[in-house]
């Protein structure tokens, strides 16, 4: 079966970064676009950023661009997502998702990360 699983979140001050991974099994890793999602308490699950499955093309959200970093490793079938300069309305739950063509993917569980001061 498919699973994805987050880690690497956790609770900063502003301006810290943070280095969330997500390891995946029971697919074929190097065929997917890999994706990374977040969800604050009260509002929609937005993209963050993805990446495609040869790993040379990525995208972001606006609000995270020249912060963030997407990358993946197909031997090792895991994608990061390097944050910096965080603030506190990057605070969320941050969810790993993976996509094909028409299908629609699975889901990590999620793992939670929290700016504050």
């Known amino acids: 079966q498919v699973r994805l699983v987050e880690s690497g979140g956790g609770s900063v001050r502003p301006g810290e970064s943070l280095r969330l991974s997500c390891a995946a099994s029971?697919?074929?890793?190097?065929?997917?676009?890999m994706k990374w999602f977040r969800q604050a308490p009260g509002k929609e699950r937005e993209l963050v950023a993805d990446?495609?499955?040869?790993?040379?093309?990525?995208n972001y959200a606006d609000s995270v661009r020249g912060r963030f970093i997407i990358s993946r490793d197909n031997l090792r079938k895991t994608v990061d997502l390097q944050m910096s300069t965080l603030k506190p309305e990057d605070t969320a739950v941050y969810y790993c998702?993976?996509?094909?063509?028409?299908?629609?993917?699975?889901w990590g569980q999620g793992t939670q990360v929290t700016v504050s001061s």
């Open positions: 998702h993976n996509h094909i063509g028409a299908n629609g993917g699975s």
């Open positions: 029971g697919f074929t890793f190097h065929y997917y676009v």
């Open positions: 990446i495609n499955s040869v790993g040379n093309r990525k």
